[in-house]
């Protein structure tokens, strides 16, 4: 018996070492036009991805789009061309430890950095104080409300918030419904190292799937420039580390749901109600008991947790009615 288990270690370690190895997969030539059309600075020694594209002539309108976890401004490439028809600036960044910016490890990623991060970048681009429509979604959205914190607080460097909107993204503890690897990853260090480490490409197409539509799924190739963003710089590796945001929600929940329920700042909501993450009717009821001033927009039944790429055409419209409203 001992024999047999030896003769499958002895077949099994260089296996695994060999895919440990594998390099990350090649850019698409859509994923490469979007890092070649984009720009790096600098945050405390670290290289953060960002885009930028001027629009319409004549508007001094900027909109700063806040990507989700665990995928990129790449979120975005469908409602940035119609953006730019009615922005003079459109933005948008990889968050430290995502996409094309840097992914240092080990690192303590927290939400308040990311906040910081998005404030050095609008410092950055001469926006310090210029109003910024802030267009969110998911893990944005929270950094998002640490932003809207700071700004209400007058705090120094704050971003000027002109407009706020937010879509599906887990902002209340109590509606939430993280999936179960995010919870293996958040919570077990152990086993968060082996599972970062042999996380494959099915098995995130096939979990990033579950929060798609079953009539709004990626195509292959959408999938694989999700994982493309994820793999670049390893960053397969630094899951556990960033899921603490998770925690982060619980510790933090009065300051970001206050902030969000007392501002004046012009809010809106575009939820796809198909979202098994933030279920619907406990997530929009939840948010209409708390943020009564806000708009919100339900898109179609089949839409869920991420719209702007499930129903592009829809969450633009609903995020434009948004802008004209006030």
């Known amino acids: 018996m ?8 002895l077949i099994c370690v260089p296996l695994v070492a060999v895919y440990l190895h594998i390099p990350p997969p090649q850019l698409s030539p859509s994923l490469s036009k979007w890092h070649g059309t984009g720009d790096h600075f600098l945050f405390r020694g670290r290289k953060i991805f960002y885009k ?47 996409g094309f910016s840097d992914k240092p490890r080990p690192h303590r990623y927290s939400i308040f950095e990311q906040a910081t991060v998005v404030e050095a970048l609008v410092a950055h681009l001469g926006l310090s104080h210029q109003r910024i429509n802030v267009l969110s979604h998911d893990y944005g959205d929270t950094v998002a409300l640490e932003l809207l914190f700071r700004s209400d607080q ?10 706020l909107c937010l879509s599906n993204g887990g902002i209340f503890p109590e509606t939430h419904h993280p999936r ?3 919870t293996l990853l958040k ?25 798609f539509g079953p009539y709004t799924q990626p195509s292959d190739g959408e999938f694989w420039d999700m994982w493309t963003g ?51 009717p406990q997530f929009i009821r939840r948010y209409l008991q708390l943020v009564q001033r806000s708009r ?20 633009l419209n609903a995020y434009l009615t948004f802008i004209h409203s006030f």
């Open 296 to 315: 919100v927009t339900i898109l179609d039944e089949h839409i869920s947790h991420y719209p702007q790429l499930e129903d592009p055409t829809g969450f």
């Open 187 to 211: 919570d077990s260090s152990i086993l968060a190292a082996i599972l970062t480490r042999l996380t494959n490409y099915r098995i995130f197409q096939r979990g990033l799937g579950e929060v």
């Open 180 to 182: 179960l690897l995010q």
């Open 52 to 98: 930028e594209s001027r629009g319409t002539l004549g508007s001094s309108d900027v909109v700063l789009l806040l990507h989700g976890f665990p995928t990129s401004s790449y979120d975005w490439y469908k409602v940035w061309e119609p953006l730019k028809l009615h922005f003079q600036r459109v933005v948008a960044l990889d968050f430290l430890g995502f």
């Open 154 to 163: 007058n705090r120094s460097g704050h971003v000027i918030f002109n407009s």
């Open 230 to 280: 994820l793999r670049y710089n390893d960053g397969n590796l630094v899951l556990d580390s960033i899921l603490q945001y998770i925690n982060q929600r619980y510790q933090y929940r009065d300051r970001w749901v206050n902030a969000l329920a007392s501002t004046n700042v012009p809010l809106h909501m575009i939820y796809g109600p198909l979202d098994p993450v933030n279920p619907h």
């Open 2 to 9: 001992r024999e047999w288990w030896l003769h499958v270690a």
